[in-house]
């Protein structure tokens, strides 16, 4: 598989085989994604990969929690601005649309919309979940490199034929993953990542997202 495959067959993937993934390969995949650049090459990326009990355990304590706090704890950064603009706003909109019609859910199932995004707590059955973090005194170009490890990490999955979706929603229980997992407190959550092998029988996995083309967003001058 070369780059060009690997970028366009990514997708985010939420629904998953229970097959286990080997650690050798999750290893594998965290090492080579090292080369991913970084500014000042700062490489501020950490990652924590769970599978089996731990994972369980994770699952479980969010579990409970969302019950009493179904929109989690006090988000240690926002996700998005608080009114998203266009052409954001329409591209965001048209993503969930375009997610939940997949599975037949209606806008005005709260409910069923609910229950779907609570799979984002379960991995979406992935048997391997990765948290990613960041120390929270670094910035913006940080953060930044933090994505590139992550994209890398996508990449390479795809070389090793497995699937992932990356998970911001799993920022909102920043504290309880800290916690459970005893990572120090200068470290914060960025990100999710379910990993592991398409349910290729799931109707969410067909969804395929559009994207803008390079004229709206690039101009190529000079040549
Ligand atoms: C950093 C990051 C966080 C994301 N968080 C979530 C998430 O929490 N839950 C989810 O279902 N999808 C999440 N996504 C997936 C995006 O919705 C998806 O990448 C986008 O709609 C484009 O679709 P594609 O990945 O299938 O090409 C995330 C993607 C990125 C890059």
Same mark, same amino acid.
């Given at each position: 598989?070369? @780059?060009?495959?690997?970028l366009?067959?990514?997708?985010s993937? !939420?629904?998953?085989?229970?097959t286990?993934?080997?650690?050798?390969?999750v !290893?594998a995949i965290?090492?080579a994604?090292?080369?991913a650049p970084?500014?000042?090459?700062?490489?501020?990326?950490h @990652?924590c990969?769970?599978?089996?009990?731990?994972?369980a355990?994770l699952?479980a304590?969010?579990?409970?929690?969302i019950?009493?706090h179904?929109r989690?704890?006090?988000?240690a950064y *926002?996700?998005?601005?608080?009114?998203?603009? =266009?052409?954001?706003?329409?591209?965001?909109?048209?993503?969930?649309? *375009?997610?939940?019609?997949?599975?037949? @859910?209606?806008? =005005? *199932?709260?409910?069923?919309r609910?229950?779907?995004?609570?799979r984002n707590y379960e991995? $979406?059955?992935?048997p391997?979940g990765?948290?990613f $973090?960041?120390d929270r005194?670094?910035?913006?170009?940080q953060?930044? *490199?933090?994505?590139?490890?992550?994209?890398? @990490?996508?990449?390479l999955?795809?070389?090793h034929?497995?699937?992932t979706?990356?998970q911001e929603?799993?920022?909102?229980?920043?504290?309880?993953?800290r916690e459970?997992?005893?990572?120090p407190? =200068?470290?914060?959550?960025?990100?999710?990542m379910a990993?592991?092998?398409?349910?290729e029988?799931?109707?969410i996995?067909?969804? !395929?997202t559009? !994207?803008a083309?390079?004229e709206?967003?690039?101009?190529?001058?000079?040549?």
């Open positions: 598989m070369n @780059v060009s495959e690997a366009a067959t990514r997708m993937c !939420r629904a998953f085989l229970p286990p993934v080997p650690e050798a390969t !290893r965290l090492d994604a090292r080369q970084s500014g000042g090459n700062l490489q501020p990326w @990652v990969a769970l599978a089996g009990a731990p994972l355990d699952v304590r969010v579990k409970t929690k019950r009493l179904p989690g704890e006090t988000p *926002d996700i998005y601005p608080p009114a998203l603009w =266009e052409p954001y706003r329409s591209r965001r909109h048209k993503c969930g649309e *375009d997610l939940y019609a997949t599975i037949g @859910v209606k806008r =005005e *199932d709260k409910l069923g609910l229950m779907q995004f609570a991995f $979406f059955g992935a391997v990765l948290l $973090f960041l005194r670094l910035g913006p170009p953060w930044s *490199d933090v994505g590139m490890y992550m994209q890398s @990490v996508m990449l999955a795809r070389e034929g497995l699937h979706c990356a929603a799993w920022s909102v229980w920043h504290g309880t993953v459970s997992l005893g990572m407190q =200068e470290l914060m959550l960025f990100s999710g990993l592991g092998w398409r349910d029988s799931a109707p996995n067909t969804l !395929r559009d !994207r083309p390079i709206e967003f690039a101009t190529l001058r000079g040549f």
